[in-house]
């Protein structure tokens, strides 16, 4: 049975090589300061729309915290959460915290390393977001974000 999605203080973005290293301890640190968190595993219900739930958990939150690791740009996912979370942010008083999981800004901003290699591997079945994709990944690597590793 679908869940409602209500109101939140944060939305997590995140490639699911992180989850278990860093994501659920985040989490659960965020919960404990008596933040509600979104976060796919615990707000998606087996017979959910999985993109629709994604649209109504960023929209219904007040932030977003990206984690960036070394395989995020190769998730279509989490490159289309960006690029929402990026246009909700224009739209209203949206608060984003890049975390760079053994990541330098430089590659997201720049598309280098495994951050191009994605874009080009994507450009072969989604060449009408790719640009869009890059767009976006360049506007957060504006931001200030905080390093870390392992």
Known sequence: ?????????????FR??????????????????????F??????????EVDLRIKEGIRNSMSAIIIFSQNYAYSTWCLDELVLILEHRKNSKYFIIPILYEVEIRDIKYQLGNYGLA?????????????????????????????VEG
């Open 16 to 37: 699911g090589e992180t989850r278990n290293k860093f994501t659920c301890f985040l989490y659960e640190a965020l919960r404990a300061q008596g933040f509600v968190v």
């Open 119 to 147: 874009l080009e591997k994507h450009r072969e079945r989604h060449s009408d977001k790719v640009e869009k994709w890059r767009e976006a990944l360049v506007e957060v690597g504006k931001i200030l974000g905080d390093h």
């Open 39 to 48: 976060m796919d595993k615990t707000d998606i219900c087996v017979g959910d």
């Open 1 to 13: 049975m679908a869940k409602e999605t209500s109101f939140c203080h944060v939305f997590l973005s």
